[in-house]
């Protein structure tokens, strides 16, 4: 069978990662184009794809014929204007999270998808194929531990880039932690209350953070999330379970340890590119599986909307300091 053509949307830092993955260690696939406004992006992907054809915009993308299945890594905000076209045009698509920052333009999304008739969209949770994740969900649904009681998460950067805001420590951000909370528990967000914790004076000015985020699933499990983006030292995502009998962790970072200087230490990852790496690469050649047999293999539209629901609610306990109640619309047939 022929290598799926990938058209890659947004070519920033995710979009750049993804390229590298689908040239170099997927199989079954290429990248065919890049559409990427900004010139100087552009040329640094082309080098990655050399046989990748430029287009300023998806209209132009999807109108060349060069297009199987769209790869969506812009930044969210722009995530539904290339959806729109892609579903229109019946391709399979791979989006990254969030689907779209709010409910409303996600249920736009699940709509236009339901009208066409075809699942065609993953969302790019990732953390659903990552080894740790996989194995806590395997070990909660064992029971063997016991029940699960609670969670607590911690998601922390090293750096942000000025573009990020207090509103994207819940959209882009906790968004993961809603999704991986839910895909834990197998039990859908019913509150979030988000508190401050003591501002870190070298956060970029204007953002107040680090947060703690409390999300209470429907199952009754409280999970505490540290959302920290300017830790300096790396980047780190642990998540560590509570149960009945037992505790599980997950998220140390492993490596060689070097015992000198009267010290033990262990490199830490600086970025999500190496900490997530084996997952995205995962995701992706799954996806591109998945496609070839014409479904999809992971998050569909539809939670993408449930985790948008639930960001809603996260948004609103920012601004309030409230604990806030999600509401989610009824699941349609079509994802049943
Ligand atoms: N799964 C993960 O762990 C993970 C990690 C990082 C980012 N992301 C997601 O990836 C997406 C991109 O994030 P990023 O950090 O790479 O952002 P970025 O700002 O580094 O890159 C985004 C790129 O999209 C381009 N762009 C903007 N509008 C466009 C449009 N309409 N058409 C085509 N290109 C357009 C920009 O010029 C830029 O090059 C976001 O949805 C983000 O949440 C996911």
């Known amino acids: 069978m022929s290598d799926l053509k990938v058209a890659v949307v947004g070519a920033g830092l995710m979009g750049a990662d993804h390229i590298i993955r689908i040239e170099n260690r997927i199989v079954g696939a290429t990248v065919s184009a890049i559409v990427e406004p900004d010139e100087g992006r552009a040329k640094a992907a082309m080098a990655e794809a050399p046989g990748a054809t430029w287009f300023p915009n998806i209209e132009a993308a999807l109108a060349s014929g060069l297009v199987e299945a769209v790869l969506i890594a812009t930044p969210g905000q722009f995530h539904e204007p290339v959806l729109l076209p892609a579903i229109a045009a019946g391709l399979p698509i791979l989006c990254e999270k969030p689907l779209t920052p709010d409910a409303k333009s996600s249920m736009e999304v699940v709509q236009a998808e339901i009208a066409g008739g075809k699942q065609l969209i993953q969302v790019g949770f990732m953390r659903r194929f990552d080894a740790g994740y996989m194995q806590l ?144 690469d995962s995701q992706i050649q799954r996806w591109v599986k998945a496609v070839k047999r014409g479904t999809i293999d992971g998050p569909s539209a539809w939670d993408g909307y449930l985790a948008a629901a639930a960001v809603e609610a996260g948004l609103a306990a920012l601004h309030s300091g409230n604990k806030v109640v999600a509401s989610y619309e009824s699941k349609p047939a079509f994802y049943k």
């Open 137 to 280: 969900r395997q070990l909660i649904e064992s029971g063997e531990q016991g029940e699960l009681l609670g969670l607590h998460c911690a998601h922390r950067n090293p750096s942000v880039p000025d573009s990020y805001n207090n509103d994207m420590l819940v959209y882009d951000s906790i968004v993961h932690e809603i999704d991986a909370v839910r895909f834990l528990t197998d039990s859908p967000i019913r509150s979030v209350e988000i508190k401050q914790m003591k501002r870190n004076s070298l956060s970029p000015e204007g953002l107040m953070e680090p947060i703690l985020a409390l999300l209470e699933t429907e199952s009754g499990v409280l999970a505490t999330v540290e959302m920290n983006v300017s830790v300096q030292f790396g980047y780190q995502v642990k998540t560590e379970a509570v149960f009945q009998k037992g505790i599980a962790e997950i998220g140390r970072t492993a490596g060689m340890n070097l015992f000198a200087g009267g010290a033990i230490s262990t490199a830490e990852h600086m970025s999500f590119k190496t900490r997530f790496a084996d997952a995205y």
